[in-house]
Every structure is written in C-alpha cells, then in structure tokens.
C-alpha cells in the first residue's frame, strides 16, 4: 500500500507541474558567460521568407535573460546575441534554458526543454559542416585566380566539380536528417534548404508524408509548402504529362499527344532569356547525337512576339518545332506546367509520363545517353 501510494504522489506531483506551466506562451531562462560589454537580446521570428524581431531584453548582473511570448503553434525563433544568431523551435507551455559562452568563437550553445531546438541545433552542425566545406573551396579558388590575374577556364573546370559534389553530398545528409526525424518540425526546416527545382521529387513525397501528421496542421509555414507541393505533384517525375493545345511557329496547332509514343522534351524558355539562349547550344549538341535514335524537341517560347522569337531560333540554330502562347509567364501551358522561371524542361516517355525535369548540360547528355545508349 506504501508503494502504491509514493507512485501516486509521483503521478500528482507530475500532473501538478504540467498544469503550471504557462499554455498562452512559451518561456526562455537564458544565461551568456563572459558577456562582456553586452547588454541586449533579441528574439526573433521565422516569418514565411521574413525574419522579424519581436522582442528584447537586458541582461541581469549575472548575464542572465528571459523572454516569454505567445506561440499557438510551434514555429521557428532565433535568438541574436551581438553578432551570433541561434536557432531555436519554441511553442506555447515550453520552457526551455539556453547558455553560451560569449568568449566562444564558435558560438556553441546548449539548449533544453525543446527537443525539437535540440534537433535544428543537429541540423545546423550538419549546414555548417558543408558550409564551411564550400567557403574553403571558393576561397582557394579566388586565390588562385588572384595569383593568376585574371579568371581562369582550366580553374572553373578542376574547381566546379569539388563544390557541386559538396553540394550534392549536403543534399544528400539533409534527405538522410530528414528521414531520421520525419516527425520533427527541424526536418521542415532542414528540407526547406534543398534546391526545388534539383530535389522537386524528394521535396514531392516528403510533403505526402506530413500532409496528414497533426504535428504539423496548425504550422501556416508547413501547410503553404504542402499546398504547394500538392500543386506540383501532377507535373512531377513518375507521373503523366497533362496534354495541351498550343500555337506552332507555323500558326498552326501543336498537340502534345502527336508525340504519344515517342521521347519528347518541352523546352521553356525565350528569346529575352540569357540563360535559356547560354544553355541553347548545350541543347543543340544533344538534339544532334539524340534526335536520329529517338529523342524529340517541343521547343514553348514565353515570347510575347513572334519576330523576336524567330530571330532567336534562327539566331541559335534550333532546329526542332516550336509553339508558344505568346504569353511569357500566363499563357494557359505555362500555367498548366506550373512555370516560374525559365529554363524549364520536362522530358516525356513513349508512355506519356515525366521521366526527367529541368536537365541541363551535362545532367542532360548523361540522362540521354543512360535512356538511348542502353546495352541490348
């Protein structure tokens, strides 16, 4: 009876704490070591693309601080102290603790009461990780063209290759983080740094697996991207192209379903756009050594008119067919195809389904010559 007693005032004593914790806002103790000649501390909020501040504070003595705001759902908050910034996940009825050491060049911190803060804190030694990779890549590489005078192609060429599988690696541990802590609001925030329109599949069925968890329905951030990747979803890879009517170069009408049965890439782009018109000959190239086994061209120019447009099909030898709205950004196919910036491309099996979006260079050769070369 003894033992089951001393078990219910455990439980009570439980239940008592958690009813005192503050459910209207969330709570802050912070403490900074050697603070030095430091005064103030701002708290900051994760606004869709905005960082606003919120609120302040004055150290104690003691270099401690405390904040307290309301938070109805969980969402991202930073603390600025001097010069460093700290990301933290806070809700109403967390408390969480946080220190640092003013002195530390690194600006380590710890932080509890919050496991989610514990798990953007993860994420940023792995940002940081990669981070610091690239910084040293470039900056060896603007020495060397500093050494030389002048830029360099040769320089271009031995250093790209480090800094983009530097990218590619980050890309990869951010998807591997995300895997391990589905159920974290950090994994948002930490597949929010992948490039959309590289990792558009992996960003796709990410947003299927949180779409339904409670965790994150009262999140504005969370349900905007979800809303969004539902709204791509439907041009993604592994999915068939929606057909359209469009108007060819020659007036007359271009149907997407006179390619059934064939590979066919739709190209976006446009006469005013420099980096279509750079990546032109890239594509030339392939269309060359690929069109003779199969692979077919639609080129859709977001022109607005058509000599300008000629001139630059002409200019840039395309030798494929060509239509267009003549619309830029609103015509009814760039609609369809949910096109915001340009270059865009969407390869389309003989089956009518995306099999590859938005290649270019040599993602594009390689892509071709895996589909076309293929041993017998």
Request: overall charge neutral.
């Amino acid at each position: 009876m003894k033992i089951r007693s001393a078990v219910y005032c455990v439980i009570a004593v439980s239940l008592l704490i958690a009813s005192c914790k503050d459910q209207s806002a969330f709570k802050i103790s912070g403490t900074i070591n050697n603070p030095g000649k430091l005064k103030k501390v701002y708290l900051l909020e994760a606004d869709s693309s905005q960082i606003n501040i919120i609120d302040s504070t004055s150290l104690n003595e003691d270099g401690k601080f405390e904040f307290k705001h309301p938070a109805p759902y969980a969402n991202l908050y930073k603390l600025r102290i001097s010069g460093a910034i700290y990301d933290l996940i806070a809700k109403n009825g967390d408390v969480i603790t946080f220190t640092t050491d003013e002195n530390d060049k690194d600006h380590a911190y710890v932080i509890t009461g919050s496991e989610n803060s514990e798990k953007i804190q993860e994420f940023n030694r792995l940002s940081n990780f990669y981070g610091d990779k690239s910084s040293k890549v470039v900056a060896e590489y603007q020495a060397k063209v500093e050494a030389l005078g002048k830029e360099s192609d040769s320089l271009v060429k031995a250093y790209m290759p480090l800094f983009m599988k530097n990218m590619d690696d980050y890309s990869s541990a951010v998807i591997k983080f995300v895997n391990n802590n589905k159920t974290s609001l950090a994994a948002f925030y930490a597949m929010a740094s992948l490039e959309p329109m590289k990792y558009e599949q992996q960003l796709v069925a990410y947003a299927d697996t949180i779409k339904d968890k409670g965790t994150f329905s009262d999140n504005p951030g969370v349900q905007r991207f979800i809303r969004q990747m539902m709204e791509v979803k439907p041009i993604s890879v592994g999915h068939k192209a929606p057909d359209f009517t469009t108007m060819g170069i020659n007036d007359k009408p271009v149907n997407l379903a006179d390619y059934k049965g064939k590979y066919v890439m739709l190209d976006f782009w446009a006469s005013w756009c420099g980096p279509c018109r750079a990546e032109n000959p890239n594509v030339v190239k392939a269309y060359a050594v690929y069109h003779p086994k199969g692979f077919n061209i639609l080129g859709i120019s977001l022109d607005v008119t058509k000599n300008e447009w000629q001139q630059a099909i002409t200019a840039d030898k395309l030798t494929w067919n060509h239509a267009s709205d003549l619309k830029r950004f609103d015509g009814p196919t760039e609609a369809l195809y949910h096109i915001q910036a340009i270059p865009s491309n969407f390869i389309i099996d003989p089956q009518g389904i995306i099999v590859a979006k938005n290649l270019t260079g040599a993602a594009l050769e390689d892509f071709l010559n895996k589909t076309f070369n293929k041993p017998q």
